[in-house]
T-cell receptor, first 114, second 116 residues
C-alpha cells in the first residue's frame, strides 16, 4: 500500500490564483480530513469527510472547498489564494469514525502564497 | 473549546537518558488521545493511542499514560537515542456524544533533540 499520498509537495502561488491540492489513499478508508499546520498553532482541521459524497467543515474552512466523489480521493481547492493561506497542508485518513482507529497522515504540501 | 498544551516546547537531552513529555487538555470529555511523531519536512506518524477508558499504552521504549480527570497525558521515552530526535505531538479526540465527532485537537508539539 502507498498509504496516503499528496501532490504537489511544494507550490508557490500568487494572491488570487486558484489551485487544487490532491490527496489519495489506497487503504479503503472511509474517513478523510485536511489539516493545516502553522508555526505555534498546531494542526487545525479544515474540512473532513466521513464517506464518498459527504463532507463537513472543520475549524478553519473559510477559503477552502472540498469534494469526495470517490472513497480514494479527497481534493482541497483554494478558490482565490491569500497570503494567510501560506502553510503546510496535511491530508489524513482512517478506517472509520468510532474514534478507535489510528489516523494516517500524508507527507504534506508546503504552500507559499505571495 | 478544547485546548491542548505541550510543555516544554523544546528539549535537548544526552543519549541514553529517560525523558518525559507532557500534554495537558482543558476538556476532560475526550474519546481518546494520540501521540504522534513528526520528522522535519514529513507527515505525522502515530505512536500510541490511548482510549479514554485506559490508563496507559506501551510500545517498545515508549509508554504513554492518561489521566483524564486531571486532563493530562505523558509520553515516557526510555533510553533515548539520536534517532528519537523529532517533534512529538499529542492530539485529543472529542467524545462523539458531546459533539466531538471524529475531530482531533492538536497541541503545538515538543521538539526533542537527543545528542550523542
Amino acid at each position: 500500500n502507498a498509504g496516503v499520498t499528496q501532490t504537489p509537495k511544494f507550490q508557490v502561488l500568487k494572491t488570487g490564483q486558484s489551485m487544487t491540492l490532491q490527496c489519495a489513499q489506497d487503504m479503503n478508508h472511509e474517513y478523510m480530513s485536511w489539516y493545516r499546520q502553522d508555526p505555534g498553532m498546531g494542526l487545525r482541521l479544515i474540512h473532513y469527510s466521513v464517506g464518498a459524497g459527504i463532507t463537513d467543515q472543520g475549524e478553519v474552512p473559510n477559503g477552502y472547498n472540498v469534494s469526495r466523489s470517490t472513497t480514494e480521493d479527497f481534493p482541497l481547492r483554494l478558490l482565490s489564494a491569500a497570503p494567510s493561506q501560506t502553510s503546510v497542508y496535511f491530508c489524513a485518513s482512517s478506517y472509520g469514525q468510532t474514534g478507535k482507529e489510528t489516523q494516517y497522515f500524508g507527507p504534506g504540501t508546503r504552500l507559499l502564497v505571495l | 473549546k478544547q485546548e491542548v498544551t505541550q510543555i516544554p516546547a523544546a528539549l535537548s537531552v544526552p543519549e541514553g537518558e529517560n525523558l518525559v513529555l507532557n500534554c495537558s487538555f482543558t476538556d476532560s470529555a475526550i474519546y481518546n488521545l494520540q501521540w504522534f511523531r513528526q520528522d522535519p519536512g514529513k507527515g505525522l506518524t502515530s505512536l500510541l493511542l490511548i482510549q479514554s477508558s485506559q490508563r496507559e499504552q506501551t510500545s517498545g521504549r515508549l509508554n504513554a499514560s492518561l489521566d483524564k480527570s486531571s486532563g493530562r497525558s505523558t509520553l515516557y521515552i526510555a533510553a533515548s537515542q539520536p534517532g528519537d530526535s523529532a517533534t512529538y505531538l499529542c492530539a485529543v479526540r472529542g467524545d462523539v456524544l458531546t459533539g466531538g465527532g471524529n475531530k482531533l485537537t492538536f497541541g503545538t508539539g515538543t521538539q526533542l533533540k537527543v545528542e550523542l
